[in-house]
Structures are given as structure tokens and as C-alpha cells.
């Protein structure tokens, strides 16, 4: 694999589905990052309506989409527990510094993360501000009592989630690389005529 300066960013996603905020997030971090790693995953406290091979797929039609060399789908990271996708990071680029990408919506969960402190020791913590998810202070100050280094990402990601588009269609939050799939393979209840 080729020498990569700088952080390596990584994002983990159930992708069920994929939607226009991924994307944009992606294509953010790309404009931060030198190098961007993507994988679909299972998340242990969610139910998924796809299965994980689904999700990667659509997710790899994402990243095959935006196009950029420096996103790569690293689908051998995946793993319903930070801790074991970092410690497979920190294998493959052990001199690289590593910075672990969520969601704002996810700040106050991470305490409770598998193994959270050993997390902080291993990377860097990248909160991503969402659209309806504000950054409390308290929660910053609680990941940073355990050992947390945290980095607020300048970016802003919109008000898309995948368990909207789940429980409610909505083709427009879908982005166009995926909808031919999920047309197909009639997918999250996402049709053409819709």
C-alpha cells in the first residue's frame, strides 16, 4: 500500500443504507484528510435490515462513485467493536497517527464502547458535527476524562440518517450512485415509481 503522510481517517458505517450524508461526510474528510478508510459494519446495539455483504456492496458503489484514490473501502477493518477495527489499523500502519471519525449523534455513547479507554490510547477521536445533533461540552469533557483526544472535524453533515430512509423512503437522501441497486433488489422499500 502506498506511504501516506498525515492522519489516516477512519469511518465506520452500518450503510443501511448508505445516504447523502455518507457521501458528503466522505467527501469532507477527503478534503481534510490525506487518506480516507470506509467499511461497512455491524452495529451491536442495531438491528440491520440488510445484510452486512448488502451494505459493503452498496457502500463500495459509494466510494467507487466519489472516485478519489485517497478513499479507499477497507472492508477488513470491519467489526462491531471499535477497539478490534483499531487494533487491526494500528497493525497495518503502526507508525501512522490514526484518527477515529463519529458522528455527533454518537458522543455520548462512546463511553460505553467495548474497551473505551484502550480506544483513546490507540487513536484520536473525530467528532463530526450532524445537523440536529449538537456537541454538548459535558460530553466532550467525560471522553476527555478517560483519556479521550478529541478533534471537532470543521465540518457539518446534514440531517440524513439511515433509519429515517429505513422507517420512511426517501429517494432524495439517497445518493444516485446506489439507486439502480436498490431499485433492483427493491431495497428499503425504495421503487422507481416513488
Not at 500502519?93 to 483513546?120: E, M, R
Not at 458535527?129 to 483526544?149: C, D, F, M, N, Y
Not at 439511515?162 to 426517501?170: D, E, F, G, L
Amino acid at each position: 500500500m502506498k506511504q501516506v503522510n498525515g492522519p489516516i481517517a477512519l469511518f465506520g458505517t452500518s450503510a443501511d443504507p448508505p445516504t447523502c450524508g455518507h457521501q458528503a461526510l466522505l467527501e469532507g474528510l477527503l478534503k481534510l484528510f490525506p487518506k480516507v478508510l470506509t467499511w461497512a459494519s455491524n452495529n451491536p446495539i442495531k438491528h440491520h435490515k440488510a445484510s452486512l455483504e448488502t451494505r459493503k456492496n452498496l457502500l463500495n458503489l459509494l466510494v467507487q462513485a466519489i472516485a478519489d484514490p485517497n478513499l479507499i473501502l477497507a472492508q477488513d477493518l470491519s467489526s462491531p467493536w471499535a477497539i478490534n477495527t483499531l487494533q487491526k489499523a494500528s497493525h497495518k500502519w503502526p507508525d501512522k497517527n490514526l484518527i477515529f471519525i463519529v458522528g455527533s449523534d454518537l458522543t455520548s455513547q462512546v463511553p460505553t464502547w467495548v474497551d473505551a479507554q484502550n480506544i483513546f490510547k490507540i487513536a484520536r477521536l473525530g467528532i463530526v458535527p450532524r445537523e440536529g445533533w449538537p456537541i454538548h461540552v459535558q460530553e466532550l469533557e467525560t471522553l476527555k476524562s478517560l483519556g479521550a483526544k478529541v478533534d471537532l472535524v470543521p465540518l457539518t453533515i446534514p440531517n440524513t440518517a439511515s433509519s429515517s430512509i429505513r422507517n420512511m423512503p426517501k429517494q432524495e437522501q439517497i445518493p444516485k450512485s446506489i439507486l439502480p441497486v436498490l431499485f433492483e433488489e427493491n431495497l428499503y422499500g425504495i421503487s422507481e415509481n416513488k
